[in-house]
């Protein structure tokens, strides 16, 4: 009787462990805040949203994102998302304001993103703000006083 009790859990434990091999290669959003700081010492507070989404056998890749915060001239909400569409996902590694103009300064999430963008040298992509729209601008147009904070 012993026996058969251990029977059935064995399978039930393999097959446990192949649902968390499993589980990672499935679709997931993670959520969390974070403070940027800005070159003129202010802060504003950022809300991330990342999707994971199925990658190679049994893992899982970065999919699409989302940042929003308010703008901390206006008080108007802010939103920046990136569909994770393949050729055109990107990284946000800066976000600034000058003369109440935002800034987000992104790098390629690989290689073919990159080259499907252009290929930029050096390798930003540069984004301002204006009247509700992220437009894409020229690394000169990124103002010195970002660069240097």
Not at 8 to 23: D, K, N, R, T
Not at 31 to 38: D, I, T
Not at 66 to 78: I, S, W, Y
Request: hydrophobic share 45%; charged share 20%; net charge neutral.
């Amino acid at each position: 009787m012993r026996r058969a009790a251990t029977a059935s859990v064995i399978p039930a434990i393999v097959v446990g462990f192949l649902f968390l091999l499993v589980q990672p290669a499935s679709a997931k959003t993670f959520e969390w805040r974070e403070e940027v700081a800005l070159h003129d010492g202010g802060m504003i507070g950022v809300a991330w949203r990342v999707r994971l989404v199925p990658g190679e056998p049994f893992k899982s890749m970065v999919g699409g994102k989302r940042l929003k915060f308010t703008h901390p001239t206006t008080g108007q909400p802010v939103v920046w998302e990136d569909p994770g569409k393949v050729g055109s996902r990107l990284n946000p590694i800066l976000l600034d304001i000058d003369a109440g103009r935002l800034f987000l300064v992104m790098l390629g999430q690989s290689v073919t993103d990159y080259s499907q963008m252009g290929c930029p040298v050096p390798p930003y992509f540069v984004y301002r703000h204006d009247h509700g729209t992220w437009f894409r601008v020229p690394l000169d147009d990124l103002p010195p006083t970002v660069l240097e904070g």
